[in-house]
T-cell receptor, first 116, second 112 residues
Framework: DTEVTQTPKHLVMGMTNKKSLKCEQH?????MYWYKQKAKKPPELMFV???????INESVPSRFSPECPNSSLLNLHLHALQPEDSALYLC???????????????FGPGTRLTVT | AQSVTQPDIHITVSEGASLELRCNYS??????LFWYVQSPGQGLQLLLK??????LVQGIKGFEAEFKRSQSSFNLRKPSVHWSDAAEYFC??????????FGTGTRLTIIP
């Protein structure tokens, strides 16, 4: 089973709202990722968690706050977003080798976020 | 830093015809290479991957890709396309920094 689940599927929020995106996998993967994808563009990496610790932050604005409460769950907390943050937010996960080597990433279906 | 070029923005093929999508990468060492497919409004599905070994790799849905180091290419092929293959296709490369870098994508349209 290579399933990554994401909730909600769609989210509409105002610029003063606080909301969270959730991602879950039960494949035993120890690396999890958040990507942002604008229309007709490739995904862009936002954050990487490795063994539940933040290992890469691609200079993402602080209005996006990631959290990895355990090895199966990844959250993205949203606060004071701008209309230009409207996009498809994708979560992915991958195995980690014993030497830290990385494998292929499996993606969830995404959350379509609209900021009004 | 690694990069990927997909020279074709949009390709149209007839159902039953063969398909080749082009991908060129830039990376100093042996890269990890991937092809993903994305249907509208959906997530990305992994079609196939190359890490090492045999340069011709088989994937799901009848797709295959060939790694050619001399040409820095990793082209995707399918001998006979089906209407359900219409989608956006992304080539991606991963270097030593564990970051997955995507090409700009190729949109595939299938005509009956």
């Amino acid at each position: 089973d290579t399933e990554v689940t994401q909730t909600p599927k769609h989210l509409v929020m105002g610029m003063t709202n606080k909301k969270s995106l959730k991602c879950e996998q039960h494949m035993g993967h120890r690396a999890m990722y958040w990507y942002k994808q604008k229309a007709k563009k490739p995904p862009e990496l936002m954050f990487v968690y490795s063994y539940e610790k933040l290992s890469i932050n691609e200079s993402v604005p602080s209005r996006f706050s990631p959290e990895c409460p355990n090895s199966s769950l990844l959250n993205l907390h949203l606060h004071a977003l701008q209309p230009e943050d409207s996009a498809l937010y994708l979560c992915a996960s991958s195995r980690r080798g014993t030497s830290g080597s990385t494998y292929e990433q499996y993606f969830g279906p995404g959350t379509r976020l609209t900021v009004t | 830093a690694q990069s990927v070029t997909q020279p074709d923005i949009h390709i149209t093929v007839s159902e039953g015809a063969s398909l080749e999508l082009r991908c060129n990468y830039s990376y100093g060492a042996t890269p990890y290479l991937f092809w993903y497919v994305q249907s509208p409004g959906q997530g990305l599905q992994l079609l196939l991957k190359y890490f090492s070994g045999d340069t011709l790799v088989q994937g799901i849905k009848g797709f295959e890709a060939e790694f050619k180091r001399s040409q820095s290419s990793f082209n995707l092929r399918k001998p006979s396309v089906h209407w359900s293959d219409a989608a956006e296709y992304f080539c991606a490369v991963m270097g030593g920094n564990e970051k997955l870098t995507f090409g700009t994508g190729t949109r595939l349209t299938i005509i009956p």
